[in-house]
């Protein structure tokens, strides 16, 4: 480990800083780091790993596909985008289209050029909330309400005003005639798996609607049976006018995919946006393996049971450090009391479970959709150490 270490901080960039460890293979919920310690994979590569790891469907239908054709440009079609489009529409209702890309920050950047597509010249601006995250690429960046990570970057080009995430009365008032589009996550994600208040997502909805401006929801992070349902905006009832997937939607597969309803379906004409890799059969394969066996195995409902036995558990150690618990399904913030999230990594970590320290006070669980009760079990089992050593 110390040489690949080295190794690793003598070729690469400095902006991850040094991973703590080095990951060498995993199965399910499980990873060996290169020295051979195992772990509990308690945050999935970033709420990614939806199958867990090596999952025999993700890694028959990969393989399959890589062995027959991996890559055609979109020069050509084939026919797993095809599929994959069609299971998507099917799963989210409603008059969509589909556009693949390679990651979310692709899906926001095309999500963009969407909706200023079809806004036109006097729509001439869009809103985002603080605390947001959209993505790195400088379109999602601009949209992206993080102060720490957006303004070294600035300025944009882009007119794009931030309110406070959750307060009806602050989108009222910024969103108008002249704004093209709303961009919100359902839940924040990287801002500490924050849900919005009850009755947001509707308030923008109908803001949206009496002013024109399309609702654009940021489903990257939450979506893929990541709370219990597909998608969380199902929870919600509301519908938006354009939606960007991606993290847990290939299983580990880089893809991403932004879909627009009604007249967004349309408004790229022939043309207007492009990606040499995005939607390449291999990704499209691995897609549609995730979405098969999340039917197959049950595990929307699974979500929701182990997710709750999770936080009951998370509650139930009373301990000082655990102020509370947020988010849903497998999808959750430990909220510490003191900013000592980094500490409660580094203590699960050494106990053999990997969470990820999101905030200076939450700590992420994001495992995969995969995870027994039982391997929930053994985490709220060890907490307690856990918490007291950090
Ligand atoms: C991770 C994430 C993104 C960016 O996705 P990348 O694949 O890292 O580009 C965008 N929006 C949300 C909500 C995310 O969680």
């Known amino acids: 480990m110390s040489d690949l270490s080295a190794r690793f901080e003598a070729a690469m960039m400095p902006n991850y800083g040094l991973p703590p460890v080095a990951l060498a293979r995993g199965e399910g919920c499980r990873v060996w780091d290169v ?19 090596a ?48 990651s979310g920050t692709e899906a926001n950047e095309a999500a963009y050029k969407l909706v200023r597509r079809h806004a036109g010249p006097d729509r001439t601006y869009v809103v985002a909330a603080e605390g947001s995250f959209h993505g790195r690429t400088m379109g999602a960046l601009a949209l992206t309400g993080k102060t720490s990570i957006r303004e070294p970057f600035a300025p944009f080009g882009a007119d794009v005003r931030f309110v406070t995430y959750g307060s009806e009365e602050a989108l009222r008032a910024a969103v108008t005639e002249e704004c093209a589009a ?35 929801l940021d489903e990257i992070q939450s979506g893929i049976g990541r709370t219990g349902v597909w998608f969380q905006h199902q929870r919600e009832g509301v519908r938006p006018d354009v939606i960007t997937l991606a993290k847990g939607l290939g299983g580990g597969l880089p893809i991403g995919v932004c879909v627009g309803f009604g007249p967004y ?28 066996t999340i039917d197959k195995e049950g595990l929307l409902e699974s979500v929701g049971t182990v997710g709750d036995l999770l936080a009951a558990g998370i509650t139930r150690t009373g301990h000082p450090l655990v102020a509370g618990v947020r988010g849903s399904g497998l999808w959750r913030a ?57």
């Open 334 to 390: 430990m909220v510490l009391s003191e900013p000592k999230a980094a500490a409660v990594e580094a203590a699960a970590r050494d106990a053999g479970f990997l969470v990820n320290a999101v905030q200076p006070d939450a700590v992420r669980l994001a495992p995969p959709l995969i995870i027994t009760s039982e391997e929930a079990a053994s985490f709220v089992a060890a907490l307690p150490e856990i918490l007291s050593k950090a």
């Open 55 to 102: 999952h025999p469907a993700l890694v028959a239908a990969v393989s399959a596909q890589v062995g027959t054709l991996a890559h055609t440009s979109n020069l050509f079609l084939h026919e797993p985008e095809v599929l994959l489009a069609e299971r998507l529409l099917q799963l989210l209702g409603g008059d969509g289209r589909v556009f693949f890309t390679n």
């Open 182 to 216: 709303v961009f919100l996550e359902p839940t924040q994600g990287e801002g500490g798996v924050v849900p919005a208040p009850e009755g947001y997502l509707a308030a923008a909805r109908r803001i949206c609607d009496e002013t024109g401006a399309a609702l654009v």
């Open 35 to 53: 020295d051979g310690k195992a772990y509990l994979d308690l945050i999935g590569g970033i709420a990614v790993s939806a199958l867990g790891h």
């Open 265 to 292: 379906a349309t408004a790229f004409g022939k043309g207007d946006h492009g990606s040499t890799f995005g939607g390449n059969p291999v990704s499209c394969a691995a897609a549609l393996a995730v979405l098969d």
